[in-house]
């Protein structure tokens, strides 16, 4: 078993771009990675999307570690991540075709597939339900740990539920600290914003959670329509089909407004005596360049374009949620099918809390 330690190792796993096997000192990372997996223990794992907390997901033992350390409802189920479309067959009961056109178009890749779980598939993964959620990451460290265990790693985001997910080692390691037992840096996360969870169970396939992939995008792949991703909140007595569903999630410690005239929004704040951090795609506006001058505003600049955007959004939250703010204000983005995913994280990150949490002090101050 994983031995106590007051803060976990955090190895450099570098694996440069066209070449088939990774550096000596990725090699021994990855090797470490399994051993520690093996014995029953957590490892911090990099994707394209964000850092997964990753245990053997066929263990009973490894997962509930894994929501003990996030302090993760039961009810909310985990990812499986796999290195392969066969080893994703393994792992359902049945394989609808809407899978095996997603998965052939879109692995490796952000894009999750819901079907029918396997009888070997612990109930802890799955939150009782009788889907599995499955996935094929597009990062050669995570797919090639995966290799050498030669069986499947549950891994949600490595971070305490419902708080903002890590898109940098650093973000796990002030996030979970001795929680986990070692985390693998690969540097940020390339797309940096959760999977597109497609339910493959039911015709025509629905967004059970908005991502990377756009509903256009799965449409193509699939050669046929999908459903739109619902409004609804799932029950939260009853196991969710997906992740990432709750009302409030993603969220940091500072109270996040989005506005869709955040310009009046921010100085109306600001005259209130508010210290406020501002994510905007308008920065180079004169009125932006005015309230910029205030010594209370932390004005960030925001690409308008959502891939790139995402890619950074929640490095910024991360890095606003320190500045002992007394709001974060965001634009609101633009209602198209390419922005949704980004919609969707702020919408949940803007709910309101619903109890205390029950990890928290207060953000440190900025140096």
């Avoid at 000596?24 to 997996?37: F, G, K, N, P, S």
């Avoid at 999307?49 to 009973?60: H, I, P, Q």
């Avoid at 509930?64 to 479309?85: M, Q, Y």
């Avoid at 898109?167 to 796990?172: K, N």
Wanted: hydrophobic share 45%; aromatic share 2%.
């Amino acid at each position: 078993m994983p031995m106590d330690h007051a803060l976990p190792d955090t190895l450099s796993v570098r694996w440069p771009d066209g070449t088939a096997t990774p550096p000596a000192e990725t090699d021994a990372a990855i090797d470490r990675a399994a051993a520690v997996l093996r014995a029953g223990g957590l490892v911090a794992i990099p994707t394209e999307t964000v850092y997964g907390l990753a245990g053997l997901a066929l263990s009973e033992s490894s997962v509930e570690r894994i929501f003990i350390a996030k302090g993760r409802s039961s009810t909310n189920p985990l990812i499986v991540h796999v290195d392969s479309v066969e080893m994703a067959r393994g792992l359902a009961s049945d394989w609808p075709v809407a899978a095996e056109r997603i998965a052939r178009a879109c692995w490796p890749g952000p894009v999750t597939v819901v079907v029918p779980k396997a009888s070997h598939v612990p109930d802890t993964v799955t939150a009782g339900g009788p889907t599995v959620a499955l996935r094929c990451p597009d990062q050669p460290v995570a797919r090639e740990l995966i290799a050498r265990l030669g069986e499947p790693l549950a891994a949600p985001s490595a971070n305490r539920s419902l708080r903002l997910s890590p898109t940098t080692a650093a973000h796990v390691l002030e996030s979970l600290g001795a929680k986990v037992d070692l985390i693998l840096d690969a540097g940020p996360c390339g797309r940096g914003i959760e999977s597109t969870v497609v339910d493959c169970t039911v015709s025509p396939p629905a967004i059970l959670r908005p991502g990377p992939f756009s509903a256009a995008a799965l449409a193509a792949a699939l050669g046929d329509s999908i459903a739109p991703t619902s409004d609804a909140t799932p029950d939260a007595a009853s196991p969710a089909r997906s992740p990432g569903q709750a009302a409030r999630h993603y969220a940091p410690r500072t109270p996040l407004e989005i506005s869709p005239r955040s310009a009046e929004r921010v100085s109306e704040l600001l005259r209130a005596g508010k210290r406020v951090g501002w994510l905007t795609t308008r920065a180079a506006d004169a009125r932006t360049r005015r309230i910029a001058t205030s010594a209370e505003v932390v004005v960030v600049p925001m690409p308008d374009d959502p891939a790139p955007h995402a890619a950074m959004l929640y490095a910024v939250l991360h890095a606003v949620d320190k500045r002992s703010l007394d709001w974060i204000i965001v634009d609101e983005p633009p209602a198209r099918d390419d922005w949704q995913a980004i919609h969707d994280r702020l919408t949940r990150a803007a709910a309101p809390e619903q109890e205390p949490a029950d990890d928290e002090s207060p953000p440190p101050a900025s140096a």
